[in-house]
């Protein structure tokens, strides 16, 4: 398949502008991204490439200016260039290795997630699946039931199910996420999790623990879902969003029956732990 490489420069150079952008890119059909001393690169196969769509995309940052050039790629093998290239082990808390088939195992660490990623969101480079990781090695998940919504590659479901989880419901919007994460199960010997593809009209179950590591909007819009499938003193873990709309977010969990624990933050993103009452 042919893409459209769409080179963004951002001056002065400012990363969580860059990721914002990023994150709208994402919307609009680009499926994978590079950081660059300057700005970014984001690719898109060339049929779904529409340029007026990027007079959409927008920053809340003053002072800064943004520019782009683009380029046709030839067809290629993407994924193969994609993960040989961009896509690097990454460490937990010493606790949890993220790695791909190719790299070279890592025998002291606890917890070795293998990830096929294929341009998928959730190879714990972001800094919202990082710090839902952080909230997963440091709270119990012996022995419960577990959602992970909005899934992406399987990466946290595949982390609470190392960590003790007996039971797990992974469910993506996304047609490659969804084939993707089944392949990570596969090569991480994961049993008990299965992969469903929808979105919140598929919760029927009840849970100890949800995590959702989606977008501000969508989780404002969800999480009185995500409370009626939550048992009684479950946890629940939301990321994928601002410091900024932390206000917002805690007042929909209020309105929800959950109580505000904690929260942790990097790069201006957040993930926030809950209770139900």
């Not at 380029?71 to 193969?80: F, H, L, Y």
């Not at 290239?85 to 917890?111: A, L, M, T, W």
């Not at 309105?255 to 790069?267: A, E, H, P």
Request: charged residues 25%; negative net charge.
């Amino acid at each position: 398949m042919e893409y459209t490489k769409i080179d963004y420069t951002v001056t002065p150079y400012h990363e969580v502008a860059c990721q914002l952008l990023i994150d709208q890119l994402a919307d609009l059909g680009f499926e994978s991204f590079c950081d660059t001393e300057t700005g970014f690169e984001a690719y898109i196969p060339s049929k779904n490439y529409k340029k007026e769509a990027l007079s959409t995309l927008y920053t809340t940052f003053e002072g800064l200016t943004y520019e782009f050039t683009e380029e046709i790629i030839p067809d290629q093998n993407w994924n193969k260039k994609w993960e040989e290239n961009y896509f690097q082990p990454i460490i937990i808390g010493d606790k949890c290795v993220v790695r791909s088939p190719f790299h070279d195992k890592y025998e002291h660490i606890k917890h070795e997630i293998i990830i096929e990623p294929k341009m998928a969101f959730g190879t714990g480079h972001h800094s919202t699946t990082s710090l839902m990781m952080q909230h997963i090695l440091e709270n119990d998940f012996k022995g419960k039931k577990v959602l992970d919504m909005g899934c992406g590659t399987g990466l946290l479901g595949i982390l609470a199910s190392m960590c003790g989880a007996t039971e797990i419901d992974g469910i993506d919007i996304d047609d490659w996420a969804y084939n993707n994460a089944i392949e990570n199960l596969g090569l991480n010997n994961i049993t008990n999790m299965k992969i469903h593809l929808g979105g919140a009209e598929l919760l029927n179950d009840t849970y100890d623990i949800i995590l959702a590591n989606i977008n501000r909007n969508i989780l404002l819009e969800d999480i009185h879902h995500y409370t009626d499938v939550l048992k009684s003193g479950g946890k629940l873990f939301l990321s994928g969003f601002y410091n900024e709309d932390l206000e917002a977010i805690n007042q929909e969990t209020t309105k929800n029956n959950l109580v505000f624990d904690n929260f942790k933050t990097n790069l201006n993103w957040v993930a926030a732990k809950y209770t139900k009452k």
